[in-house]
């Protein structure tokens, strides 16, 4: 009986060694996140230069995660941001600090140019876009305007990614080579 046992659990051992290669043999390597990942598709676009910091903010994040070329009839993404902040809520409690908002309007075109170069442009995608971001001021000058800054820079981020998940969206469909 003991040498029975001793069989099937070796057996028993043997298959689940054989079922946990072929289960890794059907795992691939490729990266989930990253670069090269699966989940983080690339697209060949050239991007319109910056006019103001947080422009460059958006245009670095979308170059960094859609991918960028030098193609000269590669679709041309133009974004323009514009600022605003509002003061939230209001108190009489008494205390110094007030909560702000800052809102980024972003919009956003994507242009191929027409058959014969820039004459008759073709809009590929045009859209507006928003994200916002909070920030709390105490009345010290410099950490009023360091709060805003860091506001600024948060919100030009979440833009960023609400533009990238919408160009994705619209590419998806609309094919961006002729």
Partial sequence: MWLFSKIIHRALFATSLLVGAMVLAACSFAPLYGENSRSNPRFELAYAEPNSRLEQIVYQDLRLKLGETQQLDAPLLSISVSKSSRRVGRSSNGTPSVIYEIILSGSVSLVRA???GNDNPETIFSSKRVAS???TTNGQVLN?????QDAS??????????????????LATTPTQQ
């Fill in 114 to 116: 027409g058959a014969g």
């Fill in 153 to 170: 820079e948060r919100a030009a981020h979440q833009l960023s990614e609400v533009i990238r998940l919408t160009l994705i969206g619209a």
């Fill in 144 to 148: 009023d305007r360091q709060a805003e």
């Fill in 133 to 135: 971001a909070s920030y």
